[in-house]
């Protein structure tokens, strides 16, 4: 009965945030944090939940698209990425330098002649430097930091502002179709154990323009976004080793979401595959049989790592065969979320119909297993 009650609250702060309220929750255990963890009975309720989570240990709002400006002749890839992270810290510290929440950003833009990503990131403690991260009774979402600045009002039009020293952003996203609740109403397995899951919420086909400065030049830009928000805490298996993601558009409307966790045995299955095409009118197909293939790798030679860069997808009958817009878009983020991964955009074709559309695809853990 009291699950029902937080569901219906209605209140300003996110649904899934309130569960942070109770001390017995949000509490510690001597020096240990206790996490809240996605239930399948506490559901995601929009649009409260586009906001934060504080309760989890690990929360994500990711932007990946492709974009046009009349200064180019090809088309790039945008990627955003705001991160926000409850470290293991007793949480009765009551000093103010205690990192209660950290917020971390990535900023990327792929471009074709440059041949590598362009790209920024940033790491800062909530509440101290200038760093906010709200919700309010007028706004979803607040996210602030020195020259980085995420928000949205209701959930359904979103503004992201990046000012660094080799890449700015000034972009709006507007909402074309309703959003994408992933998995069991929002609640996304990631693996066999009920903990090893995330909440987990898409935004496909958001509308995108204003403006990029890149090589000293401010751009007119206009592209589609697909935006993912997910929350969790403990999400991955002990023996994996990280993922593959893919989130594509259509050509036609549709969006297609798939990942593997791969495992630290590369000679075994994955620990966990799903995959789900969402058609324009809404109706969503599950498959059941989910295998990424291999077709191409590409080593980086800054840090040696080896990407599978050309991927098929084998989902049930279909096939899917991704193509990125050039090899080499590693992005280190080292310096912010402490991991190497690749982030890249990739053109897509099928067995029933070439081109079918393009996206972004993700791969983590092919240098070290991936730790959240």
Same mark, same amino acid.
């Given at each position: 009965? /009291? ?33 809240? =963890? ?13 906001? *934060? $989570? ?62 590598? %990503?362009?790209?920024? +990131? ?26 980085? $600045? ?8 979103? +503004? ?5 020293? +080799?890449?700015? /952003?000034?972009?709006? /996203? ?14 996304? =397995? ?24 890149? !090589?000293?030049?401010?751009?007119? *830009? ?24 893919? @989130?594509?558009? @259509? ?37 059941? +049989? ?22 098929? %997808?084998?989902?049930? !009958?279909?096939?899917? !065969? %991704? ?38 695809? !993700? ?10």
């Amino acid at each position: 009965m /009291m699950r029902r009650k937080i569901l219906k609250a209605g209140l300003a702060l996110p649904v899934l945030a309130q569960l942070a309220l109770p001390r017995s929750v949000h509490a510690a255990r001597g020096l240990e944090r206790v996490y809240a =963890q996605p239930s399948p009975e506490i559901l995601p309720r929009l649009p409260q939940d586009h906001g *934060v $989570h504080p309760a989890f240990r690990t929360e994500w709002w990711y932007f990946t698209g492709w974009f046009e400006s009349p200064e180019f002749e090809q088309a790039f890839g945008v990627q955003i990425t705001f991160f926000r992270s409850a470290p293991n810290v007793n949480v009765q510290n009551p000093s103010a330098f205690s990192p209660q929440q950290l917020l971390f950003a990535h900023a990327a833009v792929a471009l074709p002649k440059a041949g590598k %990503l362009v790209h920024e +990131q940033i790491v800062r403690r909530a509440g101290r430097g200038g760093a906010e991260l709200k919700t309010s009774s007028t706004e979803v979402l607040n996210i602030r930091m020195p020259g980085w $600045h995420l928000q949205s009002g209701n959930g359904s039009q979103w +503004q992201c502002r990046v000012d660094t020293p +080799q890449l700015s /952003m000034n972009l709006s /996203m507007a909402e074309t179709q309703t959003p994408w609740i992933q998995g069991q109403g929002g609640y996304s =397995q990631k693996g066999p154990k009920p903990e090893q899951a995330s909440y987990y919420i898409t935004m496909p086909h958001l509308k995108s323009t204003g403006t990029i400065r890149i !090589e000293g030049k401010t751009l007119p *830009v206009q592209g589609t976004f697909w935006m993912d928000h997910e929350w969790s805490s403990t999400v991955l298996a002990p023996n994996a080793q990280g993922w593959d993601w893919v @989130g594509l558009h @259509g050509d036609q409307g549709e969006s297609l979401m798939a990942f593997q966790i791969r495992d630290r045995d590369n000679t075994k299955p994955p620990v966990w595959t799903h995959a789900a095409l969402r058609q324009a009118n809404g109706e969503v197909r599950n498959f059941r +049989q989910i295998q990424f293939k291999v077709l191409r790798q590409w080593k980086s030679t800054r840090t040696g790592i080896q990407y599978p860069v050309a991927q098929q %997808l084998q989902l049930d !009958e279909q096939t899917f !065969e %991704l193509e990125p817009l050039f090899d080499d878009q590693e992005l280190d983020a080292r310096a912010s979320t402490g991991t190497l991964y690749w982030e890249g955009a990739v053109r897509v074709k099928s067995n029933k119909a070439s081109p079918w559309g393009r996206g972004y695809l !993700e791969m983590t853990g092919y240098d070290r297993p991936m730790q959240l």
